[in-house]
DNA sequence: ATGCTGTTATAATATGAATATAACAATCCC
DNA sequence: GGGATTGTTATATTCATATTATAACAGCAT
């Protein structure tokens, strides 16, 4: 999977890749029990840091998206905690659409764009 | 308007009050024309320093949701530019829904999730 | 045995967040 | 006019986080 990383972000670096390794789950790039590239691998590729590759691994951990193991480094393991998961989408949302609504983005336009995304990501399960 | 702040959240203080003030702007807790508390005095009713504060309508100033006026202080006026607030929108639903997808939350979960945070916050317009 | 893996430790640097004082000019109220 | 409050700006300090840099260790593969 091919990983970009934008060094004018104003975005953390780990950040920017677990978001990206998050979207390469979704799309179905990364499939379940598949190995990410190891941490001094994946660094090199990009051109930073061991240690912010591994940060971002141990984020996924954490996050519940991979597990770690010792011959196979990190691989992708999704655990579903789907409380949780919507508490934390719903929170996400409703920064959102205040923002959405304040310039006048209306709740047919917001829906009619998360369609768009699910097409264009086809691989969305 | 209540503003609460979470002193163990790890968002920082300013983005807490940036996002709480777009939310009372899209609830209609703060309408077009309304001025905001004075820097010292929002930051003394909340217990934070002054400049966290400043730095918070700063923001809302440059995300084109305030205008700052010599006389009245921070006053709300949104500066709605649609294509950059659906490119920024398109985005950030971009990395939420890939994280949903991977945790078992469907497209229709989602779009139910969007209609009940609408119906909630009945003054969204 | 060599080389790779994840993991851990430590240190240095850089950047941003938050606080603390302080001052200035414009405005408002009495 | 005079005092209080406004936003703005400047400077400094403290603290946390992000990023990089070396280094070492134990487990595993060929």
Redesign the pocket.
């Known amino acids: 999977m091919i990983i970009e990383i934008d ?1 004018n972000s ?8 677990r978001n990206q390794i998050i979207m390469g789950i979704a799309t179905a790039q990364f499939q379940e029990g598949d ?9 090199d590729s990009i ?12 984020v996924l ?1 954490q996050e519940g998206y991979v597990k ?7 691989v992708i393991a999704i655990d579903v905690d789907r409380m949780q998961a919507l508490a934390e989408l719903k929170r996400e949302l409703q920064v959102i659409l205040a923002k959405s609504s304040c310039k006048n983005i209306s709740c047919e336009e917001v829906h009619q764009l998360i369609n768009e995304i699910y097409e264009d990501y086809g691989g969305l399960k």
């Open positions: 060094f104003d975005e953390a670096l780990y950040l920017q890749l190995s990410l590239p190891s941490v001094r691998q994946l660094a051109g930073i840091n061991m240690h912010t590759v591994n940060k971002a691994y141990t951990k770690v193991d010792r011959r196979k480094g990190a």
